[in-house]
């Protein structure tokens, strides 16, 4: 892992200079790092831009480390860490070695904000980008800079941009999959009332948008919950809950808050189903209080299947894994950071056979691949820039006796009216 330390400022002369520089040359310069364009060619004859040398590729890494998907941040650190060793082991990428800049951004956005202005001129893409909201507050940077991006979240929003992925589903298909699974395995009917405790910003307003929709066409009303990220006592949630009568709760938010919602729901006799979002789970919390409780109560929907999972891509990724990291549990962040690390290192690849690792070329071979499996769970499709890369959705549970804290209950499927919902979505 590597960090990078903070430019000293310039003086008001070196800056006239430096600028005056700029003006002169602006006439002849063959690359820049503003847009991330390049006609460098490398000692190899393929093309470099930031972030390549002739040897060694940069990746850039925008995480949480110290905030509430910091258990997350860290595995999805390791993972791609492991994958960038694994890499390196076998002869790098294009002839060269992989390298991985780490920021934490706590979940802060004006942090993350000036990681990525730090970090940006010195890297070729970004396998990782922990957050919604940071997502969105650096998508002009981004495209600006033809910045290959793996969010680390899985809002709807940041579909649409062509340098920007989301991998396999988005919140609302998810949670229109959570609303399929209680209705068909008769856990809600016609007529109840499901609630929904969601974080405030992007990430809650795309899955309430999913929940709603489906909520509607099975006859059924959502009771909304907003929460804040820093709201960790569900308590007066679960009164509001339990008080209009719900059948089912739907939880898209981080692990504490989930714990929280069982653990409290548990305790004041709402003993209803209960479904979170990916993100709200983490196999830590089979070691808290609520433990009891989330394996009786929840249930997870997931693009990612259960590190505990028979495929064999999962099972060679997991004992990697673990014999690496010795005393780290195999959790769902794991699993989505290897898999975004593979999907990134094929996508260098196919731009290195193509003759170009500039920032564009890099963008243009990741938006050719189709029915992409790196055996980590459903095939994606990255051709089209405005929809998912996949549709379909595990269902799971937890199991604190399971790699990972997870078991698989119902293997990847496409909910019903899916299709019509990203129709009618435009």
Request: negative net charge.
């Amino acid at each position: 892992m590597n960090v990078t330390h903070p430019r000293p400022r310039t003086t008001r002369t070196a800056a006239l200079a430096a600028a005056l520089a700029a003006v002169l040359l602006a006439g002849t310069a063959c690359s820049s790092k503003a847009d991330g364009t390049s006609t460098d060619d490398g000692a190899d004859g393929v093309k470099a831009g930031p972030g390549v040398s002739d040897t060694a590729i940069r990746l850039g890494a925008l995480t949480d480390l110290t905030g509430p998907y910091a258990t997350l941040g860290k595995s999805i650190v390791q993972a791609q860490q492991m994958w960038a060793d694994e890499t390196n082991a076998a002869g790098g990428i294009c002839g060269r070695k992989v390298e991985i800049v780490v920021k934490d951004h706590g979940y802060d956005v004006q942090k993350a904000v000036t990681a990525y202005a730090d970090i940006s001129p010195d890297v070729v893409a970004l396998p990782q980008v922990i957050g919604s909201p940071v997502v969105a507050a650096l998508l002009d940077d981004i495209e600006r800079d033809h910045m290959l991006t793996f969010p680390q979240a899985w809002a709807a929003s940041l579909l649409g941009k062509d340098s920007v992925q989301v991998l396999g589903t988005t919140y609302d298909l998810d949670m229109i999959a959570a609303v399929d699974f209680l209705t068909r395995t008769k856990k809600v009917a016609e007529g109840d009332s499901i609630g929904h405790v969601y974080f405030e910003g992007d990430y809650g307003a795309n899955a309430l948008e999913g929940s709603t929709w489906a909520a509607e066409k099975a006859g059924m009303k959502v009771v909304g919950q907003k929460i804040k990220a820093t709201d960790t006592d569900l308590s007066a949630q679960v009164s509001a809950l339990s008080k209009a009568g719900v059948k089912a709760v739907l939880i898209s938010a981080g692990p504490a808050q989930t714990a929280s919602l069982a653990g409290v729901a548990a305790s004041k006799g709402l003993t209803v189903p209960i479904v979170s979002s990916a993100p709200g789970y983490a196999p830590q919390l089979m070691k808290t209080p609520a433990a009891k409780a989330l394996e009786a109560m929840v249930h997870v929907v997931s693009a990612a299947p259960a590190p505990s999972s028979d495929l064999p891509g999962v099972q060679k990724m997991v004992a990697s894994y673990g014999k690496k990291y010795p005393g780290s549990p195999v959790d769902s962040g794991a699993l989505s950071g290897y898999n975004a690390a593979l999907l990134i290192g094929a996508d260098l690849k196919k731009a290195c056979e193509a003759g170009s690792l500039t920032r564009e070329d890099v963008v243009k071979a990741h938006r050719s691949q189709h029915d992409v499996d790196t055996g980590l769970g459903t095939p994606q499709d990255f051709t089209d820039v405005s929809a998912p890369a996949s549709r379909s959705t595990y269902v799971l549970k937890p199991d604190a006796g399971a790699a990972g804290g997870l078991v698989g209950v119902e293997e990847a499927h496409q909910a019903p009216g899916i299709d019509a919902y990203l129709a009618a979505r435009g």
